[in-house]
C-alpha cells in the first residue's frame, strides 16, 4: 500500500520553493500526498528560525502530533529547515517522538532518512555544514498550476546584526545561469505563466561566479522564453541594487514593475547598527531612479520597529523615508531577539510597550499611504492572473481574486460577455478598478476580456507541475540548447 505524506511549510518563500522540493523526492520514492480527511503516513515539519516564537510554534505543532503519533505507532514525524539546522538533536530530547531531523543543506536526505529510522526503529538526526547540492536540483512537486519559484542562490554573504539566515543557510552559493533557464522553461512547457526568481539577496546574484552584472542579464534573458508571461524576483538588497537592474526590468517586457526593496530603518544610525550597507539616501535615490524608469512601478518594503538603541528621533526619520517612499505596501515587524545575533547581545532593548506603540503608528501611517495610492488606480485598467486562495469569494458578487502585473490583489466579479465559459484560476482576465482598499483592490464591472489557458485548464483538471531535477552547469547566458528540455517536458537534463 502506498505511504501518504503532509508537508506543514513554516516562513518564507524559501521554505516554500523547499517544501516543493522535498515533496517531489518523497512521490519519486513513492509516497502520494494524503488526501483530506485521512491520517499521513508521514508528517513533515519544515521550519523557521527568522520568525518570532519560531520554537513554541514547532513544539506546539509536536505536541499536537504526539497522540497521533501514540494512535498510530507506525507514523513518522520528520522536522527539517532552519530551526532544525539551528537545534539540531535538542528537537529529539524535547520531543523524543520525532522520527527524523534534518537541516537546510540536505534536503535531499529526506526519503534516506525516513527509510533509515524506520529500519532500525530509532530517531536520525542528520545536519551537514555545507551544501550538499542545490536544492533545484533535486524533483519537484510545485503547489501552483500558474506560478512557480525558481531559486537562483542560496545563502547570504551578508551580516545584518538581527539576522540568523547566514549562520543557517551558510554563504551564498549561485546557480550557473543555463540552469535556471532550464528550470524556467521546464516550468513554461508544464503550463506555467508566470516564474518568482528566488534568493536571499537576488541581486548580488554572479558573486560567485564574478559577474555583478549577472542578475540584469538573467533577467533580459527570461524575456526570450517564449510562453513565460511574467517575471518577478524577490529579495533584493538595496547595497548592491545596479542601474543596469533598473533597465533590464524597464525593457523587458515580461518583467514585472514591482519591486520589494527591503528598507528595514529609515535611521542611518539604526541602519549602521543593524549593518545594512546604505543609508536612506541611496535607499530613496534608488526609488527616484526605479520611478523615472517605470512610472507604475509599485514598490514594496520590510522594516524592522524596536531595534536595539532605537530612538524616537530614529523612529521618526522612519517615518519620513516612508512618507517619501510612497510604498504600495510594507511587511512591518516589531523587533524580537534572535538567540545567536549580534543584535540580541546588545544594550538598549527597546521596551515592548515602546516598540508596540511606534508599531501602531507605522501601520496607521503606511495603510493611509497605500490607500492613497490605490485610489489613484480607481478607473484604470488592469491584467490579472486569477489566483486561488488569496481571497474571498463574496457570496452576492461571487467574486474571484487575482493579481495585477504589479502585484496587487483585486476582488473580480466573474462576469460579463467576455468571459469564455468559465474563469479559472490560471486564466487571464481584463478589468476595471472600481474600488479602492489600503490592502487590495476591487473591480466589480463587467469582464473586458477572458483568455482561457492552459495552466487554467491544469487547475480544472487536478494537475499541478512536476519537474525533475535541474543541473547542468552552464556558466553563461544566452538560448539554450534544445537537448536540454526532455522530450516528455517533465523536467531538464543535458
Avoid at 535531499?108 to 551537514?128: C, D, F, K, M, T
Avoid at 540552469?179 to 516550468?187: G, K, Q, S, T, Y
Avoid at 552584472?213 to 517575471?231: H, I, M, P, Q, T
Wanted: proline residues 5%; contains cysteine.
Amino acid at each position: 500500500m502506498t505511504r501518504t505524506y503532509a508537508i506543514r511549510t513554516f516562513g518564507c518563500q524559501m521554505n516554500v520553493h523547499d517544501s516543493e522540493r522535498l515533496a517531489g523526492q518523497l512521490e519519486d520514492a513513492g509516497y502520494s500526498l494524503v488526501t483530506d480527511g485521512e491520517e499521513p503516513d508521514v508528517v513533515v515539519l519544515n521550519t523557521c528560525a527568522v520568525r518570532e516564537n519560531a520554537d513554541n510554534k514547532l513544539y506546539g505543532h509536536l505536541g499536537h502530533l504526539r497522540a497521533a503519533k501514540t494512535a498510530n505507532p507506525g507514523m513518522q514525524i520528520a522536522v527539517g529547515g532552519c530551526l532544525a539546522q539551528k537545534d539540531r538533536g535538542e528537537i529529539v530530547r524535547r520531543a523524543p517522538w520525532v522520527d527524523v531531523v534534518f537541516g537546510t543543506h540536505n534536503l535531499g536526505s529526506l526519503p534516506v532518512l525516513l527509510e533509515r529510522a524506520r529500519h532500525n526503529a530509532e530517531a536520525q538526526v542528520e545536519i551537514v555544514e555545507a551544501l550538499e547540492t542545490f536544492p533545484s536540483t533535486l524533483p519537484a512537486r510545485r503547489e501552483s498550476a500558474y506560478s512557480g519559484w525558481v531559486s537562483i542562490s542560496v545563502g547570504c554573504n551578508n551580516t545584518c546584526t538581527f539576522c540568523i539566515v547566514p549562520s543557517l543557510r551558510g554563504k551564498e552559493r549561485d546557480r550557473r545561469p543555463g540552469e535556471i533557464l532550464a528550470e524556467v522553461e521546464a516550468l513554461v512547457a508544464e503550463g506555467v505563466l508566470e516564474v518568482t526568481l528566488l534568493g536571499q539577496n537576488v541581486n548580488s546574484y554572479g558573486v560567485e561566479f564574478g559577474d555583478r552584472y549577472a542578475f540584469g542579464k538573467l533577467l533580459r534573458s527570461c524575456g526570450s522564453v517564449d510562453g513565460l508571461e511574467r517575471v518577478r524576483f524577490t529579495s533584493p538588497h538595496p547595497a548592491a541594487f545596479t542601474d543596469d537592474v533598473i533597465d533590464a526590468m524597464a525593457e523587458t517586457p515580461n518583467v514585472c514593475h514591482q519591486l520589494h526593496m527591503p528598507l528595514q530603518s529609515g535611521s542611518d544610525r539604526v541602519l549602521k547598527a543593524m549593518r545594512r550597507s546604505y543609508r536612506s539616501t541611496r535607499f530613496l535615490s534608488i526609488l527616484d531612479k526605479v520611478r523615472a524608469a517605470m512610472p507604475d512601478a509599485a514598490i514594496t518594503t520590510d522594516i524592522i520597529v524596536g531595534f536595539p538603541g532605537e530612538t524616537e528621533e530614529d523612529f521618526q526619520q522612519t517615518l519620513e523615508v516612508v512618507r517619501q517612499a510612497r510604498f504600495s505596501s510594507a511587511f512591518t515587524f516589531q523587533y524580537s531577539p534572535r538567540p545567536g545575533t549580534p543584535a540580541a547581545e546588545m544594550p538598549d532593548q527597546v521596551p515592548k510597550e515602546v516598540v508596540q506603540e511606534r508599531y501602531d503608528r507605522l501601520v496607521e501611517l503606511q495603510n493611509d499611504i497605500s490607500w492613497q495610492e490605490n485610489r489613484k488606480l480607481v478607473g484604470t485598467t488592469v491584467e490579472l492572473l486569477v489566483a486561488t486562495g488569496e481571497g474571498r469569494k463574496d457570496a452576492e458578487t461571487h467574486r474571484m481574486s487575482g493579481r495585477a502585473r504589479d502585484g496587487r490583489l483585486v476582488h473580480f466579479t466573474p462576469r460579463g460577455d467576455a468571459v469564455d465559459r468559465e474563469i479559472r484560476p490560471g486564466d487571464v482576465v481584463e478589468t476595471t478598478i472600481t474600488y479602492a482598499a489600503p490592502h487590495h483592490l476591487v473591480a466589480d464591472g463587467d469582464v473586458l476580456s477572458h483568455r482561457r489557458t492552459r495552466a487554467g485548464d491544469n487547475v480544472e483538471a487536478g494537475l499541478r507541475p512536476r519537474t525533475k531535477g535541474v543541473s547542468l552547469g552552464l556558466p553563461s547566458f544566452g538560448p539554450k540548447p534544445a537537448a536540454a528540455v526532455s522530450a516528455d517536458m517533465e523536467g531538464c537534463s543535458l
